[in-house]
Antibody, heavy 121, light 110 residues
Framework: EVQLVESGGGLVQPGRSLRLSCAASGFTFDDYAMHWVRQAPGKGLEWVSG????????GYADSVKGRFTISRDNAKNSLYLQMNSLRAEDTALYYC??????????????WGQGTLVTVSS | QSVLTQPPSVSGAPGQRVTISCTGSSSNIGAGYDVHWYQQLPGTAPKLLIY???NRPSGVPDRFSGSKSGTSASLAITGLQAEDEADYYC??????????FGGGTKLTVL
């Protein structure tokens, strides 16, 4: 059974940093690209960042570029998101999502339960 | 403002058919990228509902179907049930910012 378990969220002051983690199990982690998707309270889904299986390809949404850094450790089956210079608008539930890429395109076939990040003074 | 446009809400009575539209542009859906749909039940994580415009993952009832034409896509739900009440999101790929979502549609079963 595929499991994605996020951790590391919490209350943080504007301008500070936070590091999110996602522990993966139930599949061959280093075969798949992984992503972070966030959802602000009462709002829709927003793609944040993605990383290929070997970390050779990385992308960020414009809203976080230069402030967030995605990484992975295939030996530990873990995905990370280093979040610096946090802003109030970064307040959201952050989901870890597994990408499936095939003839049908690129989509997310499994999601974690999310970890809540609240940026407030 | 989301790259893909969905109606904020739709509603229908049990047993009825409802559709949810997802409108994009020439840089995403119109460029030939597939559309995928997710269902988010209250208080839970999104779940893949439709992939590749019209394919259902194992376990998704055939009451759910998807289609795509031009720069738009649609999700149809027939035989509406109370447990279908949820938020539905479309997703595709774009030249930037890559993975894009619709703003979400809240389905209310009357």
């Amino acid at each position: 059974e595929v499991q994605l378990v996020e951790s590391g969220g919490g209350l943080v002051q504007p301008g500070r940093s936070l590091r999110l983690s996602c522990a993966a199990s139930g599949f061959t982690f280093d075969d798949y690209a992984m992503h972070w998707v966030r959802q602000a309270p009462g709002k829709g889904l927003e793609w944040v960042s993605g990383i290929s299986w070997n970390s050779g390809s990385i992308g960020y949404a414009d809203s976080v570029k230069g402030r967030f850094t995605i990484s992975r450790d295939n030996a530990k089956n873990s995905l990370y998101l280093q979040m610096n210079s946090l802003r109030a608008e970064d307040t959201a539930l952050y989901y870890c999502a597994k990408e499936l890429a095939d003839s049908s395109g690129w989509y997310f076939d499994y999601w974690g339960q999310g970890t809540l990040v609240t940026v407030s003074s | 403002q989301s790259v893909l446009t969905q109606p904020p809400s739709v509603s229908g009575a049990p047993g009825q058919r409802v559709t949810i539209s997802c409108t994009g542009s020439s840089s995403n859906i119109g460029a030939g990228y597939d559309v995928h749909w997710y269902q988010q039940l209250p208080g839970t994580a999104p779940k893949l509902l439709i992939y590749g415009n019209s394919n259902r993952p194992s376990g998704v009832p055939d009451r759910f179907s998807g289609s795509k034409s031009g720069t738009s896509a649609s999700l149809a739900i027939t035989g509406l049930q109370a447990e279908d009440e949820a938020d539905y999101y479309c997703q595709s790929y774009d030249s930037s910012p890559y993975w894009v979502f619709g703003g979400g549609t809240k389905l209310t079963v009357l």
